[in-house]
């Protein structure tokens, strides 16, 4: 699972780049997804809408086993 997640989330790192951030896999745990925003994404006072409407939205529609995402 951890494989497919990491490449879903290349599919979502060419747009975090482009606004000077990027998201970083730490840990998958029973389907929760566990990533550390960085870069301008890291300060970002929207980062928790990318977050949840972007990250969280693609990966589970990737990877149907995710049942979340949350930054570390």
Avoid: F, H
Wanted: aromatic letters at 0%.
């Amino acid at each position: 699972m951890r494989e497919n997640v990491e490449k879903a989330l290349e599919k979502i790192r060419p747009a975090l780049r482009a606004d000077g951030g990027d998201v970083e896999l730490v840990d998958v745990v029973d389907g929760v997804v566990k990533v550390r925003l960085t870069g301008a994404c890291g300060g970002c006072p929207m980062s928790q809408m990318t977050l949840k409407m972007g990250v969280e939205r693609i990966l589970k529609q990737q990877v149907p086993e995710v049942k979340s995402v949350e930054t570390v």
